[in-house]
């Protein structure tokens, strides 16, 4: 699956630079869509039947991002969801997220993000749950951003027999947004 997400997101990105509509550069409301790249963290600590362990995990992460955000007010609420893969280990993880931010000068935006995220890789009941993070963006030429995004993942725990698990994570990325 790794190998067809980079042509669909470069896809994506170019055909909405092809139809943005100039009206809405000026401000960060409306659709947009994007591209990230950085580094993912994923640390997992537990016990076993020998033992307790801790595990981290760090690797390139990439991820193409969908969203819509509107004014309300001094405020810049949204919606946003991703798609995301890690390239050691080729696994996926997908999200949705509700975003509130502030503008800086008219060309600026700051934002928080709460939202909830699955991994794959994991057992059923693990590689789920809580996001939460923000970033900066600021708008380059027309219809394109360019934004820093940080997120915290609380990925699930678990408890059973002589067995228990908790997993976070961190990605910290870079990206080119374009609205229209």
């Known amino acids: ?16 630079a092809l139809i943005s509509d100039p009206a809405h550069a000026e401000g960060f409301d409306g659709p947009y869509v994007g591209v990230q790249a950085g580094i993912a ?16 995990s760090e690797t ?20 946003e969801g991703d798609i995301g893969i890690h390239v050691d280990g080729g696994d996926a993880r997908y999200g949705v997220y509700g975003i509130a931010g502030a503008r800086l000068g008219g060309s600026s935006l700051v934002y928080g993000r709460v939202g909830y995220a699955w991994h794959d890789g994991f057992a059923d009941d ?19 951003n360019a934004r820093i995004d940080y997120k915290y993942l609380d990925l699930g725990e678990t408890d059973i027999p002589d067995n228990s698990f908790d997993i976070t994570g961190h990605e910290v990325t870079a990206g080119i947004v374009f609205t229209f």
């Open 1 to 16: 699956m790794s190998r067809f997400l980079l042509p669909v997101a470069l896809f994506g990105v170019s055909v909405a």
């Open 41 to 56: 963290v994923l640390h997992i600590e537990g016990d076993i039947l020998t033992g307790p362990f801790e595990e981290t």
């Open 60 to 79: 390139a992460f990439g991820s193409a991002v969908l969203g819509y955000r509107m004014s309300a007010g001094p405020l810049v609420l949204g919606a």
């Open 126 to 144: 693990l590689g789920k749950g809580l996001v939460l993070g923000g970033g900066f963006e600021t708008k380059l030429a027309g219809p394109v």
